[in-house]
């Protein structure tokens, strides 16, 4: 057969070689190869020699072959310059289009690993590849990776710029998009005015700048790029007058309402977070609780009368209001002092979070009480107890029975109760004993499965602020009377609701005419926090009123800084910033 019948087309080679053998085994391919042509020119001065001056051996790898390796064995030439005034007297000839001087492995393989490598990790890509009939090393493949360019994009005319986060909370990078193609271009180390100024002088083309409302990059825009035209984000808009209602409701928590909400979920205890002594405190009298929550003595531990037992939970949490209540005075005292904010932080080691929502609370902010959740499995743990006592211990039949009663949750989730009845049971020493109430009391309540029971608990101030920047046309009627109860509470939030759904709609319906009589409102509002809010959108007055009509949005940008987030945690921990834009800009 002839070199050019082997060759091509399952082993297709450059012009100018040809397969002089194959040496096939069960896991590789050997093929010896050479080059035709009777001339190479010499890298140093370009002149052309045919004067040979020996041969040697080199073995490279190439693209498997059938599920095989396939390693290319070269009988490479050294020729001899014939050029009087070169300094370099012998040369190898090359082989440019199939292997580069000095390289392990034939350019194609080189590709198909770094696209291996750009899809996963290094290390991933090192446990692959063998599969694949290739073999690589993870520190290689780094290097091929870093070896591999990324184009500056040719011209952007509408550019969306957002953040992320390379240490939440430490360290940001910039992300740079083209609106109009949805691509990320440029990815910047940090967030700073200055980087992204000098990016943006070096594509004067720019019309549109879209971006969230941070101060640095509304500077670095005018700076960098002062004939386009900048564009504050609908979304981080609507974000910092949220973090404002937050603010508003943290401050008046006391008069928001407590609703009532239902819950029928099959979560078991521990799915819950719940500890095993919540579980067990809910099917034993207190007085006969495990031995390591009362004395090893076999008799039940009398309890003083008027003294009531506060469970390990009840106990953490008393301590821990108390702990918050001396950091609350602590915080208000060293205000009257005239301590910055950040100072009161550092000397009390508390975060600014903490020592801002205490000074905007007009009194203590109580933490809202959790009461314990409701399980699908509650109505039938009455029948369960009672089963019980009558001295029916198997789980497999009272499972059985209650399913019939209607139960439709999961057997873990029986199990898991039965479990803590049957160690309660084992403690106590008898099954009469046994209770669903905490307080020792008898549950005397009919099986009715039918009942959900319902739990009452004060709205959040993330709850409440949520409800009042949704629409009202998307909220059901329970969510709606929510909101009426909400704006009975005090004057303030009945005034900021209006406000709130008067810009929100003016945001969803693109009505920039009506901003100026909504920025006069708001600061006469009285309302601290939304004088505020409106003192920020005059700052930055031309990008925010650009938003109402613009079709043009961060949208796409917080698409691609999801996808950054997946490269970030594909290589945790073992790659740097130079492979992480390397993976963002060759997948886009």
Known sequence: MSGSDISSP?????DGIFISSVRPTTTELVVSIASTKTYALCPCCGARSERIHGHYGRTVADLPCGGRRV???LAVRKFVCTHSSCPQRI??????????????????????????????SAEVSERVAPSLGMRVSAPTLLRRLREVACPPPASVRILGVDDWSWKKGQTYGTLLVDLEL???IELLPDRMEKTLTAWLLLHPEIQVISRDRGGE????ARKGAPQAQQIADKFHILKNLRDGLKELMARKQKVLPEVEEVTSDGIPFRARGKGREMVLAEVLEPDERPSRWRSMSKEPRQT????????????????SRTNRVSGYEAVRALHEQLVSEREIARRLKMSRQTVH????????????????????LDPYKPYILERWKAGCWNGTQILSEVKKLGYTGSDALFRLFLSSVRKCHQAAGTATALSLDANGQEVSAPLDPACKPGIKRRLSPARASWLYISR?????????????LIRVGHPDLDCAYQLTQAFVCMLAEHRDTDLDNWLAQAEHSGIRELMSFAHGIQRDYAAVRAAFTSEWSNGPVEAQVNCLKLQKRLMFGRANFDLLRLHVLRRA
């Open 217 to 220: 990059y509304a500077a670095a």
């Open 472 to 484: 009202t046309s998307k909220l059901d009627e329970k969510q709606n009377q929510q909101i009426e």
């Open 10 to 14: 399952f082993l297709p080679l450059p």
């Open 71 to 73: 390693i290319l064995a």
């Open 91 to 120: 040369f190898t000839e090359r082989l440019a289009e199939l292997v580069q001087s000095y390289a392990r492995m034939t350019n194609r393989l080189r590709d198909a690993l770094v696209a291996l490598g750009l899809a996963t």
């Open 357 to 376: 929502k205490f000074l905007s609370a007009e009194s203590f902010p109580e933490r809202c009480s959790r009461p314990r959740s409701a399980s699908i």
């Open 182 to 184: 949805r691509k990320s």
């Open 304 to 319: 003083s009368v008027g003294a009531p037992r506060l469970s390990l939970a009840q106990s953490r949490s008393q301590v």
